[in-house]
């Protein structure tokens, strides 16, 4: 006979919760590698040559995308220690999937570049706020299990996306995949707002090492 000891309780809202913190990292980074099957359909409908195609859409995107990212990344990890997380993780995911949808439909190379560079706000900002919330649903005894639950996911999601698009996009073209990846966000991230919970800081460092097993 045995009994299951549980050091901090998860209420269902914080399973809501934790669900949408998911789903909202696996659309947001399956965003990531739209681009690369579609290079060349995107490097002529702008009229770029095989050289700028590299350049711009290989080099230059990639390049603001990840430094709007980085340091995004470090505002956000400041700003997740003294600002509401829930409403931080609402903007980031708003702000990072607006410019994604709207990528479904540029029409210059200019309004490309600016919107891919937007839309590395939200992976930027997501990955702070998402960590610190884990670590105080979960506690020390747990945390590294969840976070590689966390990178399977967003594994999955730049897997996922960068899959879409090589397949869609040959008959409907590069810009549909950024709209189809960044409309179901807006759904979760609204439910979120509505029901999703947000922990106490240092909730779960209480708690020990969390659910055991004892055998009496």
Request: proline content about 4%; overall charge neutral.
């Amino acid at each position: 006979m045995y009994k299951k000891i549980t050091d901090i309780n998860l209420t269902k809202m914080d399973y809501f919760s934790l669900t949408s913190l998911f789903i909202l990292s696996f659309f947001l980074f399956a965003d990531q590698n739209l681009m690369s099957p579609n290079l060349t359909q995107i490097a002529d409908d702008f009229g770029f040559g095989p050289i700028e195609r590299d350049i711009k859409l290989g080099g230059e995107i990639s390049l603001v995308f990840w430094l709007v990212g980085g340091v995004v990344t470090l505002l956000f990890g400041y700003l997740t220690d003294t600002v509401s997380r829930k409403s931080l993780l609402v903007v980031a995911v708003l702000v990072g999937e607006i410019p994604c949808l709207l990528t479904g439909f540029v029409e210059t190379y200019s309004q490309f570049f600016w919107l891919r560079a937007l839309t590395g706000i939200g992976i930027g900002a997501v990955m702070p706020i998402t960590y610190s919330l884990l670590g105080d649903y979960f506690p020390a005894g747990q945390r590294s299990k969840i976070v590689g639950y966390l990178g399977l996911v967003v594994g999955l999601g730049m897997a996922s996306g960068q899959m879409l698009s090589g397949f869609i996009g040959e008959d409907y073209g590069w810009r549909a995949p950024f709209v189809l990846v960044a409309a179901p966000n807006f759904v979760v991230v609204l439910l979120y707002g509505i029901w999703g919970t947000e922990p106490n800081r240092g909730r779960s460092d209480k708690s020990g090492v969390g659910p055991q097993i004892s055998w009496i």
